[in-house]
Nanobody
Framework: QVQLVESGGGLVQPGGSLRLSCATS????????MGWSRQAPGKQRESVAT???????NYADSVKGRFTISRDNAKNTVYLQMDSLKPEDTAVYYC?????????????WGQGTQVTVSS
């Protein structure tokens, strides 16, 4: 059973930066695609970034150019670097674990970490 633990969220001013981390265990990490999604109250959950086992990445248009997803297979960890944060980025961010090598199909997620962007 895979375990996912997100960390790094918090309160930041508009224009600021945060780096989220997701520590995983219970899987052969390098064989699974990973990603980050977010959900704000009253809104649909949306995928913001994904990374396949081969390193290919995809981003939602709303975060493209501002967020960067990366993975460290030696540490079984995926990261989300968030720069130029906007109030509309405020949400609970979830680490996503895909059962396959590409970010599609069956997925599970962790408990989430709150990101609040406010002046």
């Amino acid at each position: 059973q895979v375990q996912l633990v997100e960390s790094g969220g918090g309160l930041v001013q508009p224009g600021g930066s945060l780096r989220l981390s997701c520590a995983t265990s219970g899987s052969i990490f390098s064989l699974h695609a990973m990603g980050w999604s977010r959900q704000a109250p009253g809104k649909q959950r949306e995928s913001v970034a994904t990374i396949a086992t081969g390193g290919n990445t995809n981003y939602a248009d709303s975060v493209k150019g501002r967020f960067t997803i990366s993975r460290d297979n030696a540490k079984n960890t995926v990261y989300l670097q968030m720069d130029s944060l906007k109030p509309e980025d405020t949400a609970v961010y979830y680490c996503q674990f895909y059962y396959g090598i590409i970010p599609a199909g069956r997925v599970t997620w962790g408990q989430g970490t709150q990101v609040t962007v406010s002046s």
